[in-house]
């Protein structure tokens, strides 16, 4: 019984696969070396919240947002 994937959630799974692939590839989201639970919550918070304010950047100044590896250059 399969059923097609509704537009919009084709289009959101698709950005979070895109910003989780991203966070993985440059700032090394799997590479943990923290020893308890709260040490792994503030690691994947502060690389989340350092990719958004990338993201910002490319938005303030009409870059893709997704194109996060040039947000500084």
């Known amino acids: ?3 097609p994937w509704f537009s919009p959630f084709r289009k959101l799974r698709k950005r979070v696969e895109t910003v ?3 966070l993985d ?3 090394l989201l799997l590479r943990n070396y923290d020893k308890d639970v709260k ?3 503030t690691h994947v918070l502060a690389k989340i919240a350092s990719i ?3 993201q910002y950047l490319n938005k303030i100044n009409n870059r893709p947002i997704g194109r996060v590896k040039y947000a500084l250059s």
């Open 20 to 22: 989780f692939s991203q």
């Open 52 to 54: 958004t304010a990338l």
């Open 39 to 41: 040490g792994i919550f």
């Open 1 to 3: 019984d399969f059923k």
């Open 25 to 27: 590839d440059q700032f």
